[in-house]
């Protein structure tokens, strides 16, 4: 993926927009204020979640578990099996609009890509491209205009006001082709885990959408294994290990901790810090009640460590400045020796980067009684233009034909291409042409239209799948869901922006020795002045609707 500092890349990565105050959550986020339609849960009959019917595919050579532990494969399946045994399409023209992060596609004619997943689907895909900078506009002009609309849209996790009046008024309901038993008519679509349903959400109690899955962890702390091994530090550490650990590795225009630049001033690794410190994911609902992680004194004493590696200057020292590209670069270079970035960024595209320098891994949370944060479980999702049955029909088969899991021919083409042209196997299983680096499911992002769900499989870096996977299996069983994942709140989407600034500019004055640490008591006071405290009765509300 490309890490432009663009405002979607500058939301996910800040640590304001972990904590949910800056990107509400996809379907449900967005508020009702001054716009027609009630898309509030409350007091609604709730289509039931798409029963969940996981696919009986390859034996992995570790299991995943419950708790969001990925399975492992080393090696790629030898035997493939076919998940779509009926017709997809016929013959029509499906048009369909996207988000990208990379250059534009090759046109449909000179696409061999492009033409293969035509054949497939038995449709005509005419794709539109929206550039990730251009994305938000695009989506604005497009909800605003009244036009003919596209026959799939993706929603990425970028804030749109109104997004949920929009979907509810404009877009397909798909609660009776998929709540409950229904989607069992699409067994890939069935595959999809019941948490990515519930990361999307529904509006006024119906299913408006299919989930773009994305694997448990949220913002992780990406590791120089290599540098730490070198220097005696210990994969599972305590908070002291960790500050020495980072001071160690500091020295000789080289640093130990990496910070990306943020929107709103605040620093990415609270996250990180804030987890392993045992702070609640963004929000707690004890007894039905929400309240804000900000409030907790673990989150104070998060913000307490970041501030002591300030003080002995390990951290980065352009860190506020700083692009995420640039970061980026300075840690698969060996610049910094640790970084936080989005667990997706665990991809032959940034081993590749890293070109064997050190082994790649995840830092452990460091508390004795962390809660590591997960994530919502979803990058986006998919609507569908109001039509007959039939037409809904055809287009969640192509849906469904693009969420095909890893194990099957379906998942192949979609995600490498036609063998022999786009990608050739070898011992270490695919290994992809040149031919696969201008024709792609990222530069036609058919992976944004359907996805399945996420496996640990890196051709030609099984020691990496193996840390990783390992990584998962002493963090995510401890690990904490954000309550209010799939949730709404008007004033959030409407004040989300303000909420956030006052958040990250007092972590960053904190952090930063500008404002003592006593004076979080007065951040945590205007955030809920401003309207933090009628989000969280919002929440609540919203969470008693959905239980």
């Not at 698969?332 to 997706?344: I, L, P, Q």
């Not at 949370?365 to 979803?378: E, L, M, N, S």
Request: aromatic share 8%; hydrophobic share 35%.
């Amino acid at each position: 993926m490309n890490h432009r500092i663009d405002r979607r890349s500058l939301l996910r990565l800040a640590g304001v927009g972990a904590l949910g105050l800056a990107a509400p959550s996809f379907l449900t986020a967005c508020g009702t204020g001054g716009s027609s339609g009630d898309v509030s849960n409350a007091g609604k009959n709730l289509a039931p979640w798409p029963s969940y019917v996981p696919f009986s595919g390859p034996a992995p050579d570790a299991p995943g578990d419950v708790t969001g532990v990925q399975p492992l494969y080393l090696k790629y399946p030898e035997k493939l099996v076919q998940s779509v045994n009926n017709p997809v399409g016929d013959g029509s023209d499906v048009t369909v609009l996207v988000v990208s992060y990379g250059a534009p596609p090759k046109p449909v004619g000179e696409n061999q890509y492009w033409q293969a997943i035509n054949k497939a689907l038995g449709v005509n895909l005419k794709v539109i491209v929206v550039p990730d900078p251009e994305y938000g506009q695009k989506m604005a002009t497009l909800m605003a205009s009244g036009e003919d609309l596209p026959d799939l849209i993706m929603f990425s996790n970028l804030a749109l006001p109104h997004a949920a009046e929009f979907v509810q008024s404009r877009t397909a309901d798909l609660s009776e082709f998929v709540g409950g038993d229904a989607v069992k008519e699409f067994p890939n679509l069935a595959n999809i885990p019941t948490y990515a349903w519930k990361g999307m959400g529904r509006i006024g109690g119906k299913i408006h959408g299919i989930p773009l899955e994305r694997p448990m962890p949220a913002n992780s702390l990406f590791v120089n294994r290599s540098a730490m091994d070198a220097a005696g530090i210990p994969k599972d550490w305590t908070t002291e290990q960790y500050l020495d650990g980072m001071k160690e590795l500091t020295g000789d225009n080289k640093w130990g901790v990496g910070w990306f630049k943020t929107l709103f001033g605040g620093l990415g690794g609270i996250t990180y810090h804030a987890g392993s410190l045992g702070a609640p994911n963004t929000w707690s609902a004890d007894g039905g009640k929400f309240s804000h992680t900000i409030a907790t004194p673990e989150f104070e004493q998060a913000m307490e460590v970041m501030r002591k590696l300030v003080e002995t200057g390990t951290h980065y020292p352009d860190s506020l400045t700083i692009s995420s590209t640039d970061m980026q670069s300075h840690f698969y270079n060996g610049t910094v020796a640790s970084m936080n970035d989005g667990f997706g960024s665990v991809n032959l595209s940034n081993l590749s980067k890293i070109n064997g320098r050190f082994a790649l891994d995840l830092g452990r949370p460091y508390g004795p009684k962390a809660t590591p944060w997960q994530g919502a479980g979803v990058f986006g999702y998919v609507t569908f233009k109001k039509a007959e049955s039939a037409r809904i029909k055809l287009l969640l088969r192509v849906v469904d034909y693009l969420s095909a899991p890893f194990g099957t021919t379906e998942y192949e083409l979609a995600n490498y291409g036609v063998e022999g042209k786009h990608f050739t196997k070898d011992a270490n299983g695919i290994k992809t042409t040149d031919l696969y680096s201008q024709e792609n499911n990222s530069l036609l992002p058919t992976k944004y239209i359907g996805t399945a769900p996420a496996v640990l499989y890196l051709p030609g870096h099984g020691d990496v799948a193996k840390a990783v996977h390992e990584w998962q299996k002493a963090s995510l069983p401890k690990s904490v869901r954000n309550p209010a994942v799939g949730l709404r709140s008007s004033t959030e989407a409407s004040k989300g922006a303000q909420l956030g600034q006052i958040i990250g500019d007092g972590i960053t004055a904190i952090t930063f020795g500008r404002k003592p640490p006593s004076a979080w008591k007065d951040v945590v006071a205007q955030w809920r002045q401003a309207g933090g405290d009628q989000v969280a009765e919002e929440l609540a509300k919203e969470h008693a609707a959905n239980q």
